[in-house]
């Protein structure tokens, strides 16, 4: 492909509604109705977002599956100066959702890619959970399988950062209950639900708490979900080496209550983060 010359199009990343129709800019119905193609990650969904707005652009898929394949192709068009759009089901494209390789691709080649900024399901979730937004972690989406959601938890136990997750609401409860194992009943998180929906829900707890009330409310577990876990408070992250080395030593002779108990008792260290601590060893 030969250089982009100075009348070569530009490739817009643009979001779309995560739910309520009434969340999308009006740039980004302009950006839509006025390039040469939209690129989707499922062209059937997003024509039913266009006719929505009476936008009759042509479109073409463009996923997980065949993202590498078609990113030449949107590159020879922008080259030869058509704009381009891309957009996925649902919120701002490439945030746990297909685009990556194409806008990696494109900034290579010196391409224009120009955001149109608009709804985000971690952001909106975090924008009202309640937790610490100075500072946090997107981690996407939890594995599906207990054993290596366990590990990913694990991986992130002694993260101080608040931690936005995504995960599917069928599988909510095994989800809080591998938390419960992994960093304690009392760590406080946030299940943001259906988000600018009919059914929208957002709720907080402690882990042990939010486990009881999914499992009384099985329409909670339906539709899509954010997932926000409190970081390790900081009395848990100043806990020093020769405490942490004294607390496993004593958990190799006592349940974990019992040797959190008389570490707290020895050190002046906070016996909930210690608790939470001991939990990250298992």
């Known amino acids: 492909m030969t250089l982009p010359e100075e009348n070569a199009g530009t490739l817009f990343i643009v979001a779309t509604p995560i739910g309520n129709l009434g969340d999308i800019s009006q740039r980004a119905i302009d950006t839509l109705r006025d390039v040469d193609i939209i690129a989707c990650e499922d062209t059937r969904h997003t024509k039913k977002l266009l006719s929505a707005f009476s936008i009759n652009g042509k479109t073409m898929s463009l996923h997980d599956h065949n993202e590498r394949q078609k990113q030449e192709y949107i590159g020879e068009q922008l080259t030869a100066g058509n704009n381009v759009a891309l957009v996925s089901d649902a919120g701002t494209p490439l945030i746990s959702d297909p685009g990556f390789h194409l806008v990696r691709y494109c900034r290579q080649l010196g391409l224009n890619v120009s955001p149109v900024p608009g709804a985000c399901a971690a952001i909106a979730a975090l924008s009202v959970a309640g937790l610490p937004t100075d500072r946090f972690a997107f981690e996407g989406f939890l594995p599906s ?5 366990q590990a990913t938890l ?3 136990a002694n993260e101080t950062r608040t931690m936005v997750f995504y995960d599917a609401p069928r599988r909510a409860i095994d989800t809080v209950a591998d938390i419960v194992t992994v960093l304690g009943e009392e ?3 946030v299940i943001a639900r259906e988000l600018t929906k009919t059914f929208e829900t957002i709720h907080s707890a402690k882990a042990g708490e939010m486990h009881a009330w999914l499992s009384n409310d099985p329409n909670q ?8 876990i409190e970081g390790m408070t900081a009395s848990a992250s100043e806990i020093t080496a020769d405490v942490e080395r004294a607390l496993k030593r004593v958990l190799k002779e006592l349940p974990p209550k019992k040797a959190c108990a008389v570490i707290a008792d020895l050190y002046s260290v906070n016996k909930k983060a210690l608790y939470e601590l001991s939990l990250s060893y298992k």
């Open 154 to 156: 694990q991986n992130v």
């Open 187 to 189: 760590r406080y998180i």
């Open 221 to 228: 577990l339906k539709g899509e979900m954010v997932l926000i």
């Open 145 to 149: 399988k207990s054993g290596a959601r």
